[in-house]
């Protein structure tokens, strides 16, 4: 039995949205390095594409990888079906990885406006259309030809707070704070997970990953603030079973596992990677 074959994507073609963020980049990179034949990366972000594609694109790799930076707004209905048609036509997709959310004021993320006390029905509702339809979308688009085909994976990037609520002491003091539309949002796409599992298997299994506390110190983002902070980067870590906050390579096992047939008797199913937050 050759167990680590099963981990392999070898031959398999993905579509990652969400592609030039601060998961997406690492995401991009385990798919490839697993072995996918072609990975179609989606974002609206072209300046990221743009770096991104940079980074794939490095000479010192073992090996050239074969990918496809596509800038598409998932907002933009009529385009993204575009995208997918021409996704599809090019030849079947056998893994989905669903990454994309809208973060900024417009989903009340570090936004006084988004608080409990002011929240808008536009920041709740664009939080829905980021973190719960275009998941949907993506995957209604891919669905039937991956049913046809016989097979098919799909992975919802979800996050522990779907499952849980944000503690407000570990923003005390602070301006910044995890808006109530996100975890609506997040929980949504859970019961979306088990929803889509029932209706789309036997051929087609649809799982989540639930990350944790993972700041974003790398680059430019929404909640740069708040990961240049050591004192509430220490709050996370003293919640946190193991003692250290996340990192996105935290991720890539249990996402490649979920793509490939690894776990090929799973489906509807949430894998948390939280250190432990969760537990307690």
């Given amino acids: 039995m050759d167990v680590l074959a099963n981990f392999s994507l070898c031959g398999k073609v993905a579509v990652l949205t969400g592609a030039a963020g601060f998961f997406g980049r690492y995401f991009a990179t385990a798919l490839l390095e697993a072995g996918v034949e072609m990975v179609y990366l989606l974002d609206k972000n072209l300046d990221g594409l743009i770096e991104l594609f940079k980074v794939l694109s490095d000479e010192k790799r073992p090996r050239p990888l074969n990918f496809q930076t ?9 385009t993204t079906s575009r995208v997918f048609e021409q996704i599809l036509a090019a030849g079947s997709v056998d893994i989905l990885v669903n990454n994309s959310f809208q973060f900024g004021p417009l989903t009340g993320f570090n936004d006084p406006t988004g608080r409990v006390e002011m929240a808008s029905k536009g920041q709740v509702m664009a939080s829905f259309e980021s973190g719960a339809w275009w998941p949907f ?81 790398e680059s430019r983002s929404e909640n740069s603030e708040q990961n240049k902070d050591e004192e509430f980067v220490q709050r996370l870590v003293a919640r946190t079973l193991l003692k250290r906050v996340g990192h996105p390579l935290d991720l890539v096992g249990p996402l490649i596992f979920l793509c490939s047939d690894a776990s090929r008797y799973m489906t509807g199913q949430t894998v948390v990677v939280d250190g432990g937050w969760t537990t307690t």
């Fill in 137 to 217: 979308r993506a995957t209604q688009l891919v669905a039937s030809a991956m049913k046809n085909k016989g097979s098919g994976s799909v992975v919802n990037i979800a996050s522990m707070y779907g499952l849980v609520a944000p503690n407000p002491d570990l923003y005390e003091g602070r301006d910044y704070f995890n808006p109530i539309g996100y975890s609506l949002a997040k929980a949504a796409l859970i019961a979306q997970t088990r929803y889509l599992a029932a209706w789309l298997g036997p051929e087609v299994r649809v799982n989540a990953l639930a990350p944790g506390a993972i700041p974003n110190n």
């Fill in 70 to 78: 596509i800038q598409v707004d998932q907002s933009n209905e009529q």
